[in-house]
Antibody, heavy 118, light 107 residues
Framework: QVQLQQWGAGLLKPSDTLSLTCAIY????????WGWIRQPPGEGLEWIGD???????NYKSSLRSRLSISIDMSKNQFSLRLTSVTAADTGVYFC????????????WGQGTMVTASS | DIQMTQSPSSVSASVGDRVTITCRAS??????LAWYQQRPGTAPKLILY???KLDSGVPSRFSGSGSGTDYTLIISGLQPEDFGTYYC?????????FGQGTKVEIK
């Protein structure tokens, strides 16, 4: 059974870089997109972007200038990097697998609360 | 971007009731629609994909239908464990956008 385990710094200052990593257990990159979704406190879900095993990426346009998603196939991991964070980037970040149709997210990480505050 | 509009924003129902949640896309999405349940403090859980296909292990009291721009999630016989917030999400194109959510409370 495929599981995702994620980690990264939870407390950042404005202008810092947010870095999160997600490890895939019990499966491989093949045939799926792997992505990130975030949820501001008390709000709904926001798709950030995704990547496949060939390194092909899709990014939310409003984040594209600050966002990078990468894969490390040797470690079975993928990562999120968001530069110049502000308070608006505060929320829970989830890593996900798009198991159906490249966009229905069937496997989720446990979530990481990230707070950007001075 | 395709916008997703859910209704109602909240619903309170009794155990055994039938609950209906609707989701409208701002343009046709060819059934590229998923539904999720999120309980407080946990990650969302996929319930349905391709508008009407149950994910593995999801009880059959959940069903979905729709086409074009209009989609429906039905819970037939609400159970205590069905509380939470339900989200629709399209994956017809990028960005993959979510509806604003429907909070389901048990009376």
């Amino acid at each position: 059974q495929v599981q995702l385990q994620q980690w990264g710094a939870g407390l950042l200052k404005p202008s810092d870089t947010l870095s999160l990593t997600c490890a895939i257990y019990g499966g491989s990159f093949s045939g799926y997109f792997w992505g990130w979704i975030r949820q501001p406190p008390g709000e709904g879900l926001e798709w950030i972007g995704d990547i496949n095993r060939r390194g092909s990426t899709n990014y939310k346009s409003s984040l594209r200038s600050r966002l990078s998603i990468s894969i490390d196939m040797s470690k079975n991991q993928f990562s999120l990097r968001l530069t110049s964070v502000t308070a608006a980037d505060t929320g829970v970040y989830f890593c996900v697998r798009a198991g159906y149709g490249d966009g229905a997210f069937d496997i989720w990480g446990q979530g990481t609360m990230v707070t950007a505050s001075s | 971007d395709i916008q997703m509009t859910q209704s109602p924003s909240s619903v309170s129902a009794s155990v055994g009731d039938r609950v209906t949640i609707t989701c409208r896309a701002s343009r046709p999405i060819s059934k590229a629609l998923a539904w999720y349940q999120q309980r407080p403090g946990t990650a969302p859980k996929l319930i349905l994909y391709f508008a009407s296909k149950l994910d593995s292990g999801v009880p059959s009291r959940f069903s979905g239908s729709g086409s074009g721009t209009d989609y429906t999630l039905i819970i037939s016989g609400l159970q205590p464990e069905d509380f939470g917030t339900y989200y629709c999400q399209h994956y017809f194109t990028t960005p993959r956008t979510f509806g604003q959510g429907t909070k389901v409370e048990i009376k």
